[in-house]
T-cell receptor
Framework: KQEVTQIPAALSVPEGENLVLNCSFTDSAIYNLQWFRQDPGKGLTSLLLIQSSQREQTSGRLNASLDKSSGRSTLYIAASQPGDSATYLCAVNGNGNKLVFGAGTILRVKS | DVKVTQSSRYLVKRTGEKVFLECVQDMDHENMFWYRQDPGLGLRLIYFSYDVKMKEKGDIPEGYSVSREKKERFSLILESASTNQTSMYLC????????????FGEGSRLTVL
């Protein structure tokens, strides 16, 4: 059974710092991996999706990498801003339809 | 932009009531999903549907049923609400073909008293 772990559980950084969020999964037979952002009391917003054949995806200040063989993905946020404060979740798609989610990393960027 | 709309953002119901949570998507997605999210337990899949009138149980289907009469609409039904069903409910949709990106609604916060 696929298990997804996110480290750290919480992170507090000063504005302007570059940071890395980690996601690991136990079964490397994945179809894709998706990173989401969730603001308090809201739904999930898709940030980046990486297909299993890809190594990384970039969107603005965000860069996500995927190492399928080691079961790891990282989300890199450059020049963090207070508006980046949210919970970040990664989710692994193993059988084409259902995602398994990590517990999330709560990020706080201090101004 | 993809739009997934959940009809009720906040609901308060009493134990034993029948509850309907509605979700509509405007991107002609075949796949639709219902999750619940609880502190410490993360997101758990309740049911999903890959076509009209088709449904499949997720990880925690007990106490829930679903209806998909039209492609754009996926309803979650609590036949007899209980206090342990107090939660945030999230609807999502995707195409069945690559890239299969999942899009979520804003969520429905249900409180059962």
């Amino acid at each position: 059974k696929q298990e997804v772990t996110q480290i750290p559980a919480a992170l507090s950084v000063p504005e302007g710092e570059n940071l890395v969020l980690n996601c690991s999964f136990t079964d490397s037979a994945i179809y894709n991996l998706q990173w989401f952002r969730q603001d308090p009391g809201k739904g999930l917003t898709s940030l980046l999706l990486i297909q299993s054949s890809q190594r990384e995806q970039t969107s603005g200040r965000l860069n996500a990498s995927l190492d399928k063989s080691s079961g790891r993905s990282t989300l890199y946020i450059a020049a963090s801003q207070p508006g980046d404060s949210a919970t970040y979740l990664c989710a692994v798609n193993g059988n084409g339809n259902k995602l398994v989610f990590g517990a999330g990393t709560i990020l706080r960027v201090k101004s | 932009d993809v739009k997934v709309t959940q009809s009720s953002r906040y609901l308060v119901k009493r134990t034993g009531e029948k509850v309907f949570l509605e979700c509509v998507q405007d991107m002609d997605h075949e796949n639709m999903f219902w999750y619940r999210q609880d502190p410490g337990l993360g997101l758990r899949l309740i049911y999903f549907s890959y076509d009209v009138k088709m449904k499949e149980k997720g990880d925690i289907p007990e106490g829930y049923s679903v209806s998909r009469e039209k492609k754009e609409r996926f309803s979650l039904i609590l036949e007899s609400a209980s206090t342990n069903q107090t939660s945030m409910y999230l609807c999502a949709s995707s195409w069945p073909t690559p890239p299969r990106e999942l899009f979520f609604g804003e969520g429905s916060r249900l409180t059962v008293l």
